[in-house]
Nanobody, 115 residues
Framework: QVQLVESGGGLVQPGGSLRLSCAAS????????MGWYRQAPGKQRELVAV???????NYGDSVKGRFTVSRDTALNTVNLQMNSLKPEDTAVYFC?????????WGQGTQVTISS
């Protein structure tokens, strides 16, 4: 099972930007899908954005047009560029990887949007 470590979370004012990065413990070339989910207090974990190893992407409705997911096979990372951040984007963001029937999750990184 691949190990995932997130970085880049923090506190940002509304309208600001953040970039999250997730480092995998092994080559991501054969990981079918990687990406990000988030969980706000009292809410279920929800899809933010995922990207396949062929470059296909899928975004949650609430982040379309504001967030961009990408993967870097040279660095074995998946990244999430978040722009035009809103208070409702506040959550713990989890990195996710799927390879065959195996699923892996990172520990999560806190993102707080507040003035």
């Amino acid at each position: 099972q691949v190990q995932l470590v997130e970085s880049g979370g923090g506190l940002v004012q509304p309208g600001g930007s953040l970039r999250l990065s997730c480092a995998a413990s092994q080559s991501i070339d054969n990981i079918n899908v990687m990406g990000w989910y988030r969980q706000a207090p009292g809410k279920q974990r929800e899809l933010v954005a995922v990207i396949s190893n062929t470059g296909n992407t899928n975004y949650g409705d609430s982040v379309k047009g504001r967030f961009t997911v990408s993967r870097d096979t040279a660095l074995n990372t998946v990244n999430l560029q978040m722009n035009s951040l809103k208070p409702e984007d506040t959550a713990v963001y989890f990195c996710y990887a799927a390879r065959g029937f195996s699923r892996s999750w990172g520990q999560g990184t806190q993102v707080t949007i507040s003035s």
